[in-house]
């Protein structure tokens, strides 16, 4: 669980992309500036973004807007304009380099009348990071030491471009470069206790880790929100994996906010329970292993399609050699047939991906292992290898154990990664139920 502050906001219900949230959000506005021909060409992917919306909405403000934009003057110089005529604060990223398309700064200083006056601390602070790395600065390196008269500099530590700090009347600009590091450093320095500094109630939040279930689904057995809409903020986090439901809200009491977390998890746990596997930082394999070590049981993998894909995921657990015993990666039928002894004349009949052969390799993992639990999976992870009858994404997953063999026949329709990613997930997710006597 985290602890934040953040600032008092109003129920209405937005939607943004993926992210669904339900219940409050704050009338103080953040908008996101990225700049970059490569970030908008797609040639690199924008984490800035992405980082700055989760902690910003983390201390407490709500982002109304994220624009990427390409190295254009006045294209940069227009989106500037409108974001402080519409927004609190403005966090721009990027351009603030020495290249020929690095123009923010200049941008920046037309949009408020700026001019250059040197600044001493940037350029000793530029000299210590080359005499770390035992060079000279190079001459291209001295306009870096060059900023606008009228803004606050926020010194870098950890790279070479300083970012800035305009004011316009209540609206507040901040100019970071685009480095990933360096721009979460200066965030961390100087944006962060800043927006803390003018927030007043605590920010809690919890968030329920879900699997085996649509989003689509989820919300429909979930039903209405309405007793929380007063209490809570809700956002629906999808994947290829699963769906993450973020509860937070904002109190004045610690005790009083752990309180209504501990009263809306219990809601969706009534609602989806055998869904729901943990919450925060839990992973699926680790909740696997809590119940395989509470139970004194051991688990044997054996996997074609996913190729160790769940040993792995096993076995990041520290301790997990107290649990798992041993995996094997059958890709081929030939492995197939002289590690778990799987008849030939069953491969034959029923092709590698089948519920039969399925069912032949959790047996002959069991019997090879004398695991408590086995569990095997077949399938078509693509691009190639699907047919009519048997689809790319056709998977057939197995699990075993005193009390018999279950089988079940999933389809995935992702690219060939994903599609080994689902299939171990719903795995380990088996695994789960079965331990919890919910799979039958």
């Given at each position: 669980m985290t602890h934040r502050k953040r600032k008092i906001i109003n129920n209405q219900i937005i939607s943004i992309g993926f992210y669904m949230i339900i219940g409050e959000s704050n009338s103080v506005k953040a908008?996101?500036?990225?700049?970059?021909?490569?970030?908008?060409?797609?040639?690199?992917?924008?984490?800035?973004?992405?980082?700055?919306?989760?902690?910003?909405y983390e201390l407490g403000v709500g982002v109304s807007h994220i624009t990427k934009i390409g190295d254009d003057f006045a294209i940069i110089k227009e989106c500037i304009e409108k974001a402080l005529k519409r927004s609190d604060w403005i966090i721009l990223t990027g351009g603030l380099?020495?290249?020929?398309?690095?123009?923010?700064?200049?941008?920046?200083?037309?949009?408020?009348n700026s001019k250059l006056r040197r600044d001493e601390k940037v350029k000793a602070m530029i000299q210590k990071v080359y005499a770390k790395r035992n060079r000279e600065i190079p001459e291209s390196l001295h306009s870096q030491c060059e900023v606008p008269d009228n803004c606050q500099v926020l010194y870098n530590e950890m790279g070479t471009a300083p970012g800035f700090r305009y004011e316009k009347g209540s609206h507040v600009l901040f100019c970071l470069p685009g480095v990933p590091h360096e721009m979460k450093h200066l965030f961390e320095k100087y944006?962060?206790?800043?927006?803390?500094?003018?927030?007043?109630?605590?920010?809690?939040?919890?968030?329920?880790?879900?699997?085996?279930?649509?989003?689509?689904e989820l919300w429909q057995k979930v039903g209405s929100l309405s007793a929380f809409q007063d209490k809570v903020s809700l956002a629906s986090l999808p994947s290829h994996l699963g769906v993450r439901i973020r509860i937070s809200c904002l109190v004045d009491n610690l005790k009083k906010g752990e309180s209504i977390l501990d009263e809306v998890e219990q809601f969706f746990k009534t609602c989806i329970g055998q869904y729901v596997y943990g919450k925060d930082d839990e992973t699926l394999e680790a909740k696997v292993g809590q119940l395989l070590e509470k139970k004194s049981?051991?688990?044997?993998?054996?996997e074609s399609c996913t190729g160790g894909l769940i040993g792995h995921r096993l076995t990041q657990i520290s301790g997990s050699s107290l649990y798992f015993k041993e995996g094997f990666v059958v890709y081929s039928n030939e492995a197939k047939m002289l590690r778990l002894g799987v008849k030939k004349q069953t491969l034959i009949d029923f092709g590698a991906v089948s519920e039969p052969v399925a069912r032949?390799?959790?047996?002959?993992?069991?019997?090879?292992?004398?695991a408590d639990i086995g569990v095997?999976?077949?399938?078509?992870?693509?691009?190639?290898?699907?047919?009519?009858?048997?689809p790319v994404g056709l998977t057939y997953?197995?699990?075993?154990?005193?009390?018999?063999?279950?089988?079940?026949?999933?389809?995935?329709?992702?690219?060939?990664?994903?599609?080994?990613?689902?299939?171990?997930?719903?795995?380990?997710?088996?695994?789960?139920?079965r331990l919890l006597d919910l799979l039958k």
């Amino acid at each position: 669980m985290t602890h934040r502050k953040r600032k008092i906001i109003n129920n209405q219900i937005i939607s943004i992309g993926f992210y669904m949230i339900i219940g409050e959000s704050n009338s103080v506005k953040a908008e996101i500036l990225v700049i970059g021909d490569e970030v908008v060409s797609g040639l690199i992917f924008d984490s800035n973004s992405k980082y700055l919306g989760e902690r910003i909405y983390e201390l407490g403000v709500g982002v109304s807007h994220i624009t990427k934009i390409g190295d254009d003057f006045a294209i940069i110089k227009e989106c500037i304009e409108k974001a402080l005529k519409r927004s609190d604060w403005i966090i721009l990223t990027g351009g603030l380099g020495i290249t020929h398309d690095d123009i923010t700064k200049s941008v920046v200083m037309n949009v408020f009348n700026s001019k250059l006056r040197r600044d001493e601390k940037v350029k000793a602070m530029i000299q210590k990071v080359y005499a770390k790395r035992n060079r000279e600065i190079p001459e291209s390196l001295h306009s870096q030491c060059e900023v606008p008269d009228n803004c606050q500099v926020l010194y870098n530590e950890m790279g070479t471009a300083p970012g800035f700090r305009y004011e316009k009347g209540s609206h507040v600009l901040f100019c970071l470069p685009g480095v990933p590091h360096e721009m979460k450093h200066l965030f961390e320095k100087y944006i962060g206790p800043e927006l803390v500094q003018n927030t007043s109630k605590t920010f809690l939040q919890r968030i329920l880790k879900t699997t085996g279930i649509s989003e689509s689904e989820l919300w429909q057995k979930v039903g209405s929100l309405s007793a929380f809409q007063d209490k809570v903020s809700l956002a629906s986090l999808p994947s290829h994996l699963g769906v993450r439901i973020r509860i937070s809200c904002l109190v004045d009491n610690l005790k009083k906010g752990e309180s209504i977390l501990d009263e809306v998890e219990q809601f969706f746990k009534t609602c989806i329970g055998q869904y729901v596997y943990g919450k925060d930082d839990e992973t699926l394999e680790a909740k696997v292993g809590q119940l395989l070590e509470k139970k004194s049981m051991t688990l044997a993998t054996a996997e074609s399609c996913t190729g160790g894909l769940i040993g792995h995921r096993l076995t990041q657990i520290s301790g997990s050699s107290l649990y798992f015993k041993e995996g094997f990666v059958v890709y081929s039928n030939e492995a197939k047939m002289l590690r778990l002894g799987v008849k030939k004349q069953t491969l034959i009949d029923f092709g590698a991906v089948s519920e039969p052969v399925a069912r032949s390799m959790v047996e002959g993992l069991c019997r090879v292992t004398n695991a408590d639990i086995g569990v095997a999976v077949t399938g078509i992870a693509g691009p190639m290898g699907g047919s009519e009858t048997k689809p790319v994404g056709l998977t057939y997953i197995a699990i075993s154990d005193a009390s018999g063999i279950w089988c079940g026949k999933f389809v995935y329709t992702h690219d060939r990664i994903k599609n080994k990613e689902r299939a171990a997930q719903t795995a380990l997710n088996l695994v789960r139920l079965r331990l919890l006597d919910l799979l039958k």
